[in-house]
């Protein structure tokens, strides 16, 4: 039984992208789920312009967790598109924290190998806060594939996203593309792969990988049993 997952992504939007049906999937059978986004997610546009892009955000932000069921959402402000420029241990010690806090079994973050700098640095730096220590809670250290992000690394430049462990979550598609639509901006037109359509015919190819309706895929960083 998965008690108490913990999400840790870039930007807003990202979260429902990787992994927003699973959330839902969790939310449904119990468990605490708690998101936490790192960067503010908006372009440096010059303030008040940036203040209001920034909390209309974050507003979207508490829509699409409200879709999904979640309610524990922490907003950090690292700087977009810049958190290679931040030293790793501060966002490593800013992920501590929560895992202290809210002591989850499973974490999700972002495969290693995608386009967003942002991305390759928050997955290092949950890789580096979930070292398993003796007496550790995290029993499940899960990667997501973010569209535009993920499929858009040439599979030349990094090792691919390689799917090796799914979550079934026929049932839970309608609130992660309700959880985007939370994100209305963000959003493309298909065939931009953050469709809806896209999102949903990913969720139809990954399930049909493994032998059901709609799937979420993931890459097993860690299990321990
Ligand atoms: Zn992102």
């Given at each position: 039984m998965i008690n108490s997952v913990l999400v840790v992504a870039a930007h807003p939007d990202d979260e429902v992208l990787g992994c927003g049906a699973t959330m839902a999937r969790h939310v449904a059978e119990g468990s605490r789920v708690t998101v936490l986004l790192m960067a503010?997610?908006?372009?440096?546009?010059?303030?008040p312009d940036r203040a209001k892009e920034l909390a209309a955000r974050h507003a979207a932000a508490r829509r699409a967790c409200g879709e999904l069921g979640v309610t524990e959402l922490t907003l950090l402000a690292y700087p977009d598109n810049r958190?290679?420029?931040?030293?790793?241990l501060d966002i490593v010690q800013d992920i501590e924290k929560l895992i202290g806090a809210c002591q989850p079994d499973a974490v999700y973050t972002h495969h290693a190998?995608?386009?967003n700098i942002d991305h390759r640095r928050v997955h290092d730096a949950v890789v580096a806060a979930c070292?398993?220590?003796?007496?550790?809670?995290?029993r499940q250290l899960l990667f997501f594939e973010t569209p535009s992000s993920t499929e858009w690394r040439p599979s030349a430049s990094f090792p691919p996203f390689a799917p090796d462990w799914f979550v079934d979550v026929s049932g839970y598609l309608p609130q992660k593309l309700a959880a985007l639509a939370a994100y209305g901006d963000e959003m493309r037109a298909f065939p931009h792969p953050r469709s809806a359509e896209a999102v949903t015919h990913l969720a139809g190819w990954r399930g049909a990988t493994v032998g059901v309706v709609a799937a979420e895929a993931f890459e097993l960083g860690r299990a321990i049993i």
């Open positions: 503010v997610g908006v372009g440096a546009r010059e303030p958190m290679d420029q931040v030293a790793l190998g995608d386009v070292r398993p220590q003796p007496g550790f809670c995290v």
